[in-house]
T-cell receptor, first 113, second 114 residues
Framework: DAGVTQSPTHLIKTRGQQVTLRCSPK?????VSWYQQALGQGPQFIFQ???????QRGNFPDRFSGHQFPNYSSELNVNALLLGDSALYLC????????????FGPGTRLTVT | KQEVTQIPAALSVPEGENLVLNCSFT??????LQWFRQDPGKGLTSLLL?????REQTSGRLNASLDKSSGRSTLYIAASQPGDSATYLC?????????????FGKGTTLSVSS
């Protein structure tokens, strides 16, 4: 079992650009959540996808959007990048069968210059 | 609005010591609580999951307790080792009817010296 995988590992973008991050959930999981972690802080919830729909959303602007595919993999898109979007982006997967225990991927480090 | 607080923010102990990390949350209507470990620049590793109906969970040298009524959880680490050095994060999960987003504390950074 490969666990949760994320790509790319690192990314450098310029202010105003757009970025897409990708996540493949752990085998058997159908729910994907995205989190943003700034340096020295705990992760902050962005949104959660289940059955290809956004089920829950945190306090993030509409510049942050996502998608879940039929194979349960997911993308996070961020438009009009700001310097403050620089962070570690974490993807987590879970399922009701596992009591919604969330398993995290290694993250994507995004740097906006 | 759920808020999670972890005390202390940092902790340094000599190898072999038993230690307790504390987590408190403001809304007792939680679905579950998870403890994670994070090494610098890395993702999160799940250590223990406690469902809202449970009082504690154990895995090896780790024991986590949950007191929903008082909004508290503790992570007990027995016989600490240098390899335990990391940041430990506590997170509470909301009702599964509306989604199961985790709300995190800022973490406790543990340093175990040999």
């Amino acid at each position: 079992d490969a666990g949760v995988t994320q790509s790319p590992t690192h990314l450098i973008k310029t202010r105003g650009q757009q970025v897409t991050l990708r996540c493949s959930p752990k085998s058997g999981h159908d729910t994907v959540s995205w989190y943003q972690q700034a340096l020295g802080q705990g992760p902050q919830f962005i949104f959660q996808y289940y059955e290809e729909e956004e089920r829950q959303r945190g306090n993030f602007p509409d510049r942050f959007s996502g998608h879940q595919f039929p194979n349960y993999s997911s993308e996070l898109n961020v438009n009009a990048l700001l310097l403050g979007d620089s962070a570690l982006y974490l993807c987590a997967s879970s399922s009701d069968r596992g009591g919604y225990e969330q398993y995290f991927g290694p993250g994507t480090r995004l740097t906006v210059t | 609005k759920q808020e999670v607080t972890q005390i202390p923010a940092a902790l340094s102990v000599p190898e072999g010591e038993n230690l307790v990390l504390n987590c408190s949350f403001t809304d007792s209507a939680i679905y579950n609580l998870q403890w994670f470990r994070q090494d610098p620049g890395k993702g999160l590793t799940s250590l223990l999951l406690i469902q809202s109906s449970q009082r504690e969970q154990t895995s090896g040298r780790l024991n986590a307790s949950l007191d929903k009524s008082s909004g508290r959880s503790t992570l007990y680490i027995a016989a600490s080792q240098p390899g335990d050095s990391a940041t430990y994060l506590c997170a509470v999960g909301g009702s599964n009817q509306a989604g199961t987003a985790l709300i995190f504390g800022k973490g406790t950074t543990l340093s175990v010296s040999s």
